[in-house]
């Protein structure tokens, strides 16, 4: 359920496939720039109903990465 | 050493020894890193007789005209390894700046400013209203100073709203229903401080005497981007101050110093009113007519020194600003470093001779 979310978001804020989306990093495509870093942000936490600390925004770099940061620091199960 | 090892220390910690060597090996590791990559920026030093041997101390580093950026590309990767390309806010008619980002560049300057803000706004993320309007980060290829200024700052803020529309009018529904939203909370403001003025404090006025008041006592104003236009409707910094808490109650407000050539190790002003260098940057005020090293309360040029520029040969620049060193180490705010202020831009004529000769030199 929480890994559908999730890849949703990711799905719909750069608008690119699952495949795609699974393998995605910071920076790998247009979409996915400082702007759309944001966006992706606040789409997480409205959906999630967190607030991130800066410092995991900043080591939010990957697909993977971020679902680590979500289960490890914000009790999101995967 | 890396910038990562400097990022592990608190931003306002060191005493001037223990700065000025980290920050003078940092920048002669720059200084090296650019003359290998840049050939333009090697062709300076070797113009100017640069000698690593020489160097007792980060003073003692070439620095460029901010200027320079304007007239040439100068880069220290690959046009393919650029990811940002960030434009100063020239106006009309005038040239901009042009700084190319890579991946590290463009990380670590987001790094730094989160420990230097975070130092003074406390590590949870707030509540966010953008002074400004939200076509400003619509070009996300070419970044203004005024995008590249709220993108970098709204990593601090959350459930963040823009208060003006595209037409520049403030949007009174949608600030009046997030201040109940988050009412009894703090609340971040951001804005460049012209903005801030014209199209925000000027309109609360204006509402005020139809009254229509907004409660911001619970507000922190992050404002930046100079006094040049506030200045010639003779506002003071103190005036700015006073009347926006005199209109919405909000009474903490940070000015902060900084520029497109040099983002990310911004240079924020204390409760005291003093604006500070962090460990990630410093300022040093030159006499107009030698460059020599001014004292404290001794007006200069301000050059500006960063340990974060490695895409681009920027990490020591002679700014066309006019500022006042007022201590080092010893502000009553507790922050250690320099502590200063800014006169303002100097004037056009004086700079345009001393830039222009500088750089004629190297064409």
Redesign the interface.
Known sequence: MNAEKYLNIFKESFDVDEATAKGLKYQDIPAWDSVGHMSLIAALEDTFDIMMDTDDIIDFNSFEKGKEILAKNYGIEF | MTFEELLQVPPYSLGHEEKHALLTERLLELTEHHRDRCPEYRRMLKSVGYDAGSVSGYEDLPFLPVRLFKELSLRSVPQEDV??TMTSSGTTGQAVSRIYLD?TT??NQ??AM?KIV?DFLG???LPMIVLDCPSV?KD??MFSARGAGI?GF???G???IYALDDDMHLDREALTAFLEKFQGQDILLFGFTFMVWQHFYKELVRLKEQGVTFDLSRGILIHGGGWKKLASEAVSPQEFHDRLRDVCGIDRVHDYYGMVEQTGCIYMQCECGHLHASVFSDVIMRRPLDFGVCGVGEPGIIQVVSAIPESYPGHSLLTEDEGVLLGEDDCPCGRKGKYFKINGRLKNAEIRGCSDTYAAKFA
Request: proline content about 0%; charged content about 30%.
């Open positions: 990811v940002k991946r463009s990380a987001q790094k989160v975070s590590a949870s993320r980060v996300r290829n993108l709204s990593i601090f959350a459930r963040k």
